[in-house]
């Protein structure tokens, strides 16, 4: 079976994997969900004429002459005072502008005697003021459909009235971690068993990036103790993520079993190192992600396929992973058949990510992590890559 190039994953999870249903959340819950529909205004911004300072309001014409105060008004205070000709009105930033006033003197260019001020400059009109509906009218788009709300999008919602929005639902996530050798961290550790990493990463990281508490089952190496566990997990998720078992060994059980609980496989086997072994299919909108054993491995996919897939589970519009840009430190071995997903130290160069590879790559290796900031990925090719090469990247 060819190796599908890891370029090609991201179409298979573009075209298979369909949005999650919509859900109206209130703003506090909408933090980190992507937008079904677009966030439109409630009230203009701004929601009437203001002062942009601290000053004095004035009409324009009789900056040269002065003054006489009429009253003053402050962020908050609906504007009682009318501004007439002569006349002036102390204003602090935010204020509502009175009526017949068409600009704000600031402070620092007007003298004060009492209740007569005297402008020192001239004060074109508008000046000082911030008119309503400048930033946005009522019913404006704030946000589009397929964003994901940030705390910038959540701000400008609020202050444009939005109390609720409409969001793709968050996706449940399932995770079953296969073979006989693991053992939880903190039991006793027979012979020939390992600690299990591959829970606990799994784990975290779906929190680590908002999706909450997986539900973590622990499956022996067992074909009918893994469909029972797969079945019921295909049932109540809408993200299965397996770890072992898809490669090609007597007790890989994960494509086997996956077929005869009508998930239909899309592709099984990628062209990246590590990772090799990925399988993924869906059965009925529910996706399942088949990773290997090996904890670097699963690693690599939650943050490069995992990753793609939750995106397109949540409509998201913006390609994930997100690559960015960088240039490497020193040179990189090539791989001529697979492309290599390396680990690497990141530092910033004038504004240049530079990136240096880091010792133990191996898939079963994860100690370096400590010091990884990025996942590079290194394209398949025969010639190595050198120091200044340009390369695409990931935080990890």
Not at 358 to 375: D, F, G, I, K, Y
Request: proline share 6%; hydrophobic share 45%.
């Amino acid at each position: 079976m060819a190796l599908l190039p890891l370029a090609d994953a991201f179409g298979h999870y573009r075209e298979v994997v369909q949005p999650l249903g919509m859900q109206r959340v209130p703003l506090e819950l909408a933090l980190g969900a992507v937008l079904a529909e677009p966030a439109l205004a409630r009230i203009a911004l701004p929601r009437f004429t203001q002062s942009s300072l601290d000053g004095y309001a004035i009409r324009s014409a009789d900056a040269g002459r002065p003054l006489t105060l009429v009253g003053s008004t402050a962020a908050g205070e609906a504007a009682s005072a009318s501004v007439g000709p002569g006349q002036a009105v102390r204003i602090l930033t935010g204020g509502m502008l009175p009526v017949g006033a068409d600009a704000v003197a600031r402070q620092e260019i007007v003298d004060r005697a009492g209740d007569t001020i005297a402008i020192r400059a001239a004060v074109p009109p508008g000046e000082g003021v911030r008119f309503e509906g400048e930033e946005l009218v009522e019913g404006a788009v704030i946000a589009e459909a397929g964003q994901r709300v940030t705390a910038g999008i959540l701000a400008a919602m609020a202050m444009a009235g939005v109390d609720a929005v409409d969001v793709h639902r968050r996706p449940r996530v399932a995770v079953l971690v296969t073979g006989d050798e693991v053992v939880k961290v903190g039991d006793a550790l027979g012979p020939a068993k390992v600690y299990d990493a591959n829970g606990p990463l799994l784990r975290a990281w779906f929190v680590e990036n908002g999706y909450g508490e997986p539900v973590v089952a622990y499956v022996r190496d067992d074909e009918a103790a893994l469909e029972e566990a797969m079945s019921a997990a295909l049932d109540s998720a809408d993200l299965v993520v397996t770890s072992g078992g898809v490669s090609v060994g007597d007790r890989d059980y994960v494509p086997a079993v996956a077929d005869r609980l009508g998930v239909h496989q899309v592709f099984w086997k990628v062209a990246q190192k590590p990772g090799k072994p990925l399988w993924f299919g869906t059965r009925e909108g529910t996706v399942l992600l088949g990773m290997p054993g090996n904890p670097a491995a699963v690693l690599v996919c939650l943050a490069v396929h995992a990753r793609a897939v939750l995106g397109h589970l949540e409509g998201e519009t913006a390609a994930r992973p997100a690559w960015r840009q960088g240039v490497l430190d020193g040179p990189v071995e090539a791989d001529s058949e697979r492309d290599r997903l390396v680990r690497m130290r990141m530092s910033l160069d004038d504004g240049t990510a530079r990136l240096g590879l880091l010792p133990r790559q191996e898939s079963h290796m994860l100690s370096n992590l400590a010091s990884a900031h990025a996942l590079v990925w290194l394209p398949s090719r025969e010639q190595a890559f050198a120091a200044g090469d340009k390369v695409r990247w990931i935080p990890i």
